[in-house]
């Protein structure tokens, strides 16, 4: 099995995805660690495969935010296994209460920083509204043939008008 990740990690796609889409080598690395030593756990129930998929999990959630959610697929697994009669309910259980606070035992901290420096108890100070008020005019403008200024303005005016909701609103795009 290790010979079947080493093939996936060096093939073309592998390397391009990595490289082109999810720029963040560790990130994936990250994550395919998570994985694998998950698939380790599902099939041998050793404690230290546990431990390390429920250490690597929380810290891909601190290299990208995204990652939050990756807890709940690793417990859907768990629980289609008791579905099939694969594995016992309790373990279920079991394991997916040490997921969850070995998540919590390992962002604790960051989400504590964050609170101090931004008042919000968060993972990350990039909001929601990050994506509309600063990522979208680049593409606006560039749909509609204008400059980025001209974009972020129509686009700020929109949202307004549509919600009451203005940039100033946010503190945490100002920090």
Not at 83 to 93: M, P, T
Not at 108 to 121: A, E, I, M, T
């Amino acid at each position: 099995s290790e010979f079947f990740a080493a093939v996936f990690f060096f093939m073309p796609f592998s390397l391009l995805v990595t490289d082109r889409y999810l720029t963040q080598i560790c990130y994936t690395a990250t994550i395919m660690g998570a994985l694998w030593f998950w698939l380790k756990y599902l099939s041998d129930e050793k404690t230290r495969n546990l431990l390390t998929t429920s250490f690597l999990i929380p810290l891909s959630a601190l290299i990208r935010p995204i990652s939050i959610f990756f807890t709940a697929p690793f417990i859907a697994s768990l629980v289609l296994g008791w579905f099939w009669k694969k594995i016992e309910l309790r373990r279920v259980f079991v394991t997916s209460g040490i997921l969850i606070a070995l998540f919590l035992l390992v962002i604790s901290p960051w989400v504590y920083r964050n609170y101090k420096v931004f008042g919000l108890p968060y993972l990350s100070s990039i909001t929601a509204v990050q994506l509309y008020f600063y990522d979208a005019p680049a593409v606006y403008a560039e749909a509609q043939g204008i400059g980025y200024e001209e974009a972020r303005t129509a686009l700020n005016e929109h949202i307004a008008k549509v919600t009451g909701y203005t940039v100033e609103d946010n503190p945490i795009l100002y920090t």
